[in-house]
Nanobody
Framework: VQLQASGGGLVQAGGSLRLSCAAS????????MGWLRQAPGKERESVAA????????YYAASVKGRFTISRDNAKNTVYLQMDSLKPEDTAVYYC????????????????WGQGTLVTVSS
């Protein structure tokens, strides 16, 4: 599967952004999907993941209650709604997919898209 992330940009603290990740290739609904991020000088961090039909989700503690992951299998797209953004959310955000791994194994997913930069100003 090929992944194309979009929706990043510059936003003030407290604002919102919605990231999208469009998938092409094999059956989208057969993939668990997720988002990770990497800030400058920091290690990659799992952010959120969603099961094949959206019945289960995972959120990192740092984003729980502020971010919402969702998917539209008819549109082959996964979303990350980010609200109440903080400067520490500044990072390159990547979407990822895997046909076998679950929502807690985000760092092991085998398909990655290019990143989209999110910058949150204070």
């Amino acid at each position: 599967v090929q992944l194309q992330a979009s929706g990043g940009g510059l936003v003030q603290a407290g604002g919102s952004l919605r990231l999208s990740c469009a998938a092409s290739g094999r059956a989208f609904s057969s993939y668990t999907m997720g988002w990770l991020r990497q800030a400058p000088g920091k290690e990659r961090e799992s952010v959120a993941a969603i099961s094949r039909y959206g019945g289960s989700t995972y959120y990192a503690a740092s984003v729980k209650g502020r971010f919402t992951i969702s998917r539209d299998n008819a549109k082959n797209t996964v979303y990350l709604q980010m609200d109440s953004l903080k400067p520490e959310d500044t990072a390159v955000y990547y979407c990822a997919a895997d046909p076998r791994r679950g929502i807690y194994d985000l760092n092991e997913y085998n398909s990655w898209g290019q990143g989209t930069l999110v910058t949150v100003s204070s």
